[in-house]
Nanobody, 124 residues
Framework: QVQLVESGGGLVQTGGSLRLSCAAS????????MGWFRQAPGKGREFVAGISWNIISTDYADSVKGRFTISRDNAKNTVYLQMNSLKPEDTAVYHC?????????????????WGQGTQVTVSS
């Protein structure tokens, strides 16, 4: 069992930055692929970024490439999402998720555990 708790969300102006954190419980964090997804009001869950268990592989949605960076610190059981050059369309609840597999990380069904989410609001 893995429990995930996100933090770092908030209100920011267009062009600003935020860093989200996701703290994981459990001894096996380093074996899980990790991802960030977001869900805006009235829309489905959207893949944002993923990182493999060994940090070798990362993947990003086209809409955030060059602006967002995913990273992880396995010693701290934490995954991060650095978000720069934020836009109003980035407004959403951001969830982190853990997957036993580091394959197909863009697919929500790959993930086994989900956090409750943190709200990110970008004002224009």
């Amino acid at each position: 069992q893995v429990q995930l708790v996100e933090s770092g969300g908030g209100l920011v102006q267009t062009g600003g930055s935020l860093r989200l954190s996701c703290a994981a419980s459990g001894r096996t964090f380093s074996t899980y692929g990790m991802g960030w997804f977001r869900q805006a009001p009235g829309k489905g869950r959207e893949f944002v970024a993923g990182i493999s268990w060994n940090i070798i592989s990362t993947d990003y949605a086209d809409s955030v490439k060059g602006r967002f960076t995913i990273s992880r610190d396995n010693a701290k059981n934490t995954v991060y999402l650095q978000m720069n050059s934020l836009k109003p369309e980035d407004t959403a609840v951001y969830h982190c998720a853990a997957a036993r597999s580091s394959q197909r990380m863009t697919i929500a069904a790959t993930y086994d555990y989900w956090g409750q989410g943190t709200q990110v609001t970008v004002s224009s």
